[in-house]
């Protein structure tokens, strides 16, 4: 949290602001629990007034999507059952997510937290948290949002996605060309395609004016075996064994976010179903056994392996 996280604008060295060219600058910290970056066109002083803004404005998100702030809006919603007056930001992130949820058949759905908290915190059995999940309601109106008894939300499928959105547009609003955002999730708004290695897919994409989310079972699991991890798919309860690794490319980071969440717990017809029938979308994804995969949309492929 950025509370207790050093800020940086630096190419190598922590606390310091180094220059990658004579305009370009590289501030590196956290977001949403994430290591994260972005490289900014600018003179020196105007870089720094910019990411000072781009700071303060991702820790204003954290303190409404952040399950690790016990005084964020989403802790204290899920704490209470119901939350008065919530942000906008708020709203629209659980409508995007309602959204997704439609599209994605319901393998992408923030009430998926009772599952996270039964396998990471031993505070309940799996099968009385798939009950919680599966009865979850949510209500959204300008006054508030309520839920259901027993339910929890987590907006970790999406809200990283988010936050790289906003920061683009904060920027893209002050005239200030980003080759690269990352926080935890890509976004590449600039003209300027740049390599992003998929190590698991063992292919580099070059990418411009697009997003990219990447969402790996591996990267958190809760036995010796890894047959439970920290995706869930919401409809069953487990954490399916399709996929090492699902890599999205989209139009918004938040989208290339909940979809990947979404195809790493979905099985390969699944995947390919749903990917084509969205615009715009290319999806990379690597089998447990390590053979590739490639579904979406053809143009975007051969674009970004060219």
């Known amino acids: 949290m950025f509370s207790r996280r050093r800020f940086m604008l630096a190419a190598v060295a922590a606390g310091t602001i180094g220059r990658v060219t004579p305009s370009r ?3 590196r910290g956290s977001a949403m629990g994430a290591e994260a970056r972005i490289v900014l066109d600018a003179p020196r002083d105007q870089a720094e007034a910019a990411l000072a803004e781009v700071v303060a404005d991702i820790d204003r998100l954290e303190e409404i999507f952040s399950l690790h702030r016990p005084g964020s809006q989403l802790s204290r919603l899920n704490a ?12 629209n992130a659980l409508a995007s997510a309602n959204r997704w949820a439609r599209v994605t058949e319901g393998a ?25 999940v599966r009865g979850a309601r949510i209500e959204v109106t300008p006054a508030g949002v309520s839920l259901s008894p027993g339910a929890a939300l987590t907006l970790n499928g999406i809200a990283q996605g988010i936050v790289a ?41 070059r990418l411009a004016r697009t997003a990219l989310a990447t969402s790996a079972p591996s990267a958190l ?10 995706l869930f798919d919401p409809r069953t309860g487990d954490s399916p064994g399709w996929w090492r690794s699902v890599t999205v490319i989209a139009p918004t ?13 979905s099985p390969p017809d699944l995947v390919g179903d749903i990917a084509a029938g969205l615009p715009d979308i290319a999806v990379f994804a690597t089998r447990r056994e390590g053979e590739r995969e490639v579904f979406g949309t053809e143009r975007l492929i051969r674009e970004s392996l060219a």
């Open 108 to 132: 992408f759905d923030p009430a998926v937290q009772p599952l996270w908290r039964a396998w990471a915190e031993g505070v309940e059995g799996a099968e009385e948290a798939l009950t919680r």
């Open 80 to 91: 209470a059952g119901r939350l008065d007056a919530p942000a906008r930001d708020l709203r």
């Open 165 to 205: 959105d906003r920061v683009a547009a904060l920027l893209d609003r002050h005239g200030f060309a980003a080759p690269l955002i990352d926080t935890g999730e890509m976004q590449l708004p600039g003209p300027e395609r740049r390599p992003v290695e998929l190590p698991e897919a063992g292919v580099t994409v």
């Open 25 to 27: 600058w590289e501030w």
């Open 253 to 265: 980071a938040a989208q290339a976010d909940a979809l990947s969440t979404a195809f790493a717990v």
């Open 221 to 230: 699991t809760f036995d010796p075996a890894g047959r439970h991890h920290h």
